[in-house]
């Protein structure tokens, strides 16, 4: 379950980026920050269905789902707290792989457990387009699904390990993404079992 060499332009898949060393590094910074953020459960506009995730932010914007819809805003939904700052470990991978002068301002941290899934999308709740998105895989291996600009049409999967990164920048930016199913046990990293997934993105104009 590999993507063929046929990539979208600016689609990048780095596996095994960090290694496990810097993974557990990276678990115990984002177990501290999640004390000032918790974990919340978004839910869908309109219906108010509950995600299968589980989410927060870090940075100076946070993304957001509740029946009003989708957005950004500064402050945690339920503690009306800012959210913590972006670690420099991540904002050192925006730099190194994103190939965008300007920082990221959003950090959408996902929790993933064994029966959670995420449906095909597009990320483009941003006002520019211009800056990728870096995604950041830790724990349980997930089975990642990638399409194209056009919903519908023939897709790609490939498997995301812990430590994986990828990037959707240029003409790859808007193309349909999901997560299929997450493969229980895959990885000891998370004590509880799951997935987690960081999101670099860039939301305002530069």
């Known amino acids: 379950m590999q993507l063929s060499n046929d990539f979208p332009k600016g689609f990048k898949y780095l596996p095994g980026y960090f290694s496990l060393e810097e993974q557990k590094e990276l678990v115990e910074t984002l177990r501290y920050l999640v004390k000032e953020a918790p974990l919340f459960t978004p839910v869908m506009p309109r219906t108010g269905k509950p995600f299968s995730v589980r989410m927060t932010n870090l940075g100076v914007l946070g993304w957001v789902s509740d029946r009003n819809g989708y957005r ?55 006002k520019t387009f211009e800056a990728p998105v870096v995604s950041v895989s830790l724990g349980d291996t997930a089975v990642f699904r990638l399409g194209g600009v056009k919903r519908g049409g023939s897709t790609q999967s490939l498997k995301l390990s812990s430590g994986d990164v990828v990037v959707l920048g240029g003409e790859a930016r808007l193309c349909h993404h999901g997560i299929d199913r997450i493969l229980g046990g895959s990885s000891s990293l998370l004590k509880d079992g799951g997935r987690l997934n960081l999101t670099l993105r860039r939301v305002s104009v530069f």
């Open 72 to 126: 950004y805003q500064p402050q945690h939904p339920e503690s009306g707290q800012p959210w913590p700052e972006i670690p420099e470990v991540l904002q050192s991978l925006w730099k190194q792989v994103g190939e965008c002068e300007a920082a990221p301002e959003a950090c959408l941290v996902n929790y993933y457990a064994a029966t959670a899934k995420m449906g095909m999308h597009q990320d483009r709740d941003e």
